[in-house]
Nanobody, 121 residues
């Protein structure tokens, strides 16, 4: 079982920045960031793959960036130009399977507990 734990959530002003971190117990083919706002479906934001490629959702493309430092067993989500629409619970996830990571197919295997991000206007 792969364990993940997010940190770095909190409050930010519109236009501000925040960085989330995800510590994991074991490396996988990909790590991803999701978010879920109250009353809305869970949204995939970004994927970082072992191949070196990344996926970004249109909602955050150009504003957020995913990165991973395998030596530290950590992944990050750098968030910039934030707006109240970014307010949500943010989750780190990981998967060992190529199809999940490459084609965003199915549910990711492993999940963190989430960290709250609140952006005020």
């Amino acid at each position: 079982q792969v364990h993940l734990a997010e940190s770095g959530g909190g409050s930010a002003q519109s236009g501000g920045s925040l960085m989330l971190a995800c510590k994991y117990s074991e490396d996988t083919y990909c790590v991803a960031w999701f978010r879920q706002a109250p009353g809305k479906e869970r949204e995939l934001l970004a994927i970082d793959r072992r191949s070196g490629t990344q996926y970004y959702a249109d909602s955050i493309k150009g504003r957020f960036a995913i990165s991973r430092r395998r030596a530290d067993k950590s992944a990050y989500l750098h968030m910039h130009q934030m707006s109240p629409e970014d307010t949500a619970m943010y989750y780190c996830a990981a998967d060992r399977r190529f199809d999940t990571c490459q084609y965003r197919r199915g549910v990711f295997e492993f999940w963190g507990q989430g960290t709250q991000v609140t952006v005020s206007s």
